[in-house]
T-cell receptor, first 112, second 112 residues
Framework: GENVEQHPSTLSVQEGDSAVIKCTYSDSASNYFPWYKQELGKRPQLIIDIRSNVGEKKDQRIAVTLNKTAKHFSLHITETQPEDSAVYFCAASTGGYQKVTFGTGTKLQVIP | DTAVSQTPKYLVTQMGNDKSIKCEQNLGHDTMYWYKQDSKKFLKIMFSYNNKELIINETVPNRFSPKSPDKAHLNLHINSLELGDSAVYFC???????????FGDGTRLSIL
């Protein structure tokens, strides 16, 4: 089955700096890669996703890159703000009935 | 309007009891899921239903029994609760193909 590894497990950055979270996946059939943000005590919410026919996608301060050959994808947050502090999960899916495998999460702390 | 709603939000009960968690989605999605999030924040899939049919059943003790009366509802019944069942349980739903999952607010289950 699919295995998704996520690094780092914790990340502290100064407000205004950039943050990068990296994930690798094992199943070359995976073709959909969502990223979720979970604030303390809240539910995970989608912040950005990318499909395997695209190498990069950007939405304001958030971008995701995908390298299918190396089987890794990354989340980039620029100009971080305190409200970006949360746990971020990457995930990979092969489509179909969509079993989504989640990474182990990265706790991001943005220091004001 | 809450897209994915689950009840109760908190559940505190004694070891050995039987309890149920209910989930409903009003997004018209075909697929619904149950996830368990432990104290380390790992999101682990338990079950997935597509149009009332079980399609994913991970290695979950048979004390856990999901039931889907229709595609908008997926309930979770747990028999003989154990201390290790303490966690946050999230219900989620998604549309066909590679679509993001929409999570409920979670049910925090505490076993005394």
């Amino acid at each position: 089955g699919e295995n998704v590894e996520q690094h780092p497990s914790t990340l502290s950055v100064q407000e205004g700096d950039s943050a990068v979270i990296k994930c690798t996946y094992s199943d070359s059939a995976s073709n959909y890669f969502p990223w979720y943000k979970q604030e303390l005590g809240k539910r995970p919410q989608l912040i950005i996703d990318i499909r395997s026919n695209v190498g990069e996608k950007k939405d304001q301060r958030i971008a995701v890159t995908l390298n299918k050959t190396a089987k890794h994808f990354s989340l980039h947050i620029t100009e971080t703000q305190p409200e970006d502090s949360a746990v971020y999960f990457c995930a990979a899916s092969t489509g179909g009935y969509q079993k989504v495998t989640f990474g182990t999460g990265t706790k991001l702390q943005v220091i004001p | 309007d809450t897209a994915v709603s689950q009840t109760p939000k908190y559940l505190v009960t004694q070891m050995g009891n039987d309890k149920s968690i209910k989930c409903e989605q009003n997004l018209g999605h075909d697929t619904m899921y149950w996830y368990k999030q432990d104290s380390k924040k790992f999101l682990k899939i338990m079950f997935s239903y597509n149009n009332k049919e079980l399609i994913i059943n991970e290695t979950v003790p048979n004390r856990f029994s999901p039931k889907s009366p229709d595609k908008a509802h997926l309930n979770l019944h747990i028999n003989s609760l154990e201390l290790g069942d303490s966690a946050v349980y999230f219900c989620a739903s998604s549309g066909r193909g590679n679509q993001p999952q929409h999570f409920g607010d979670g049910t925090r289950l505490s076993i005394l």
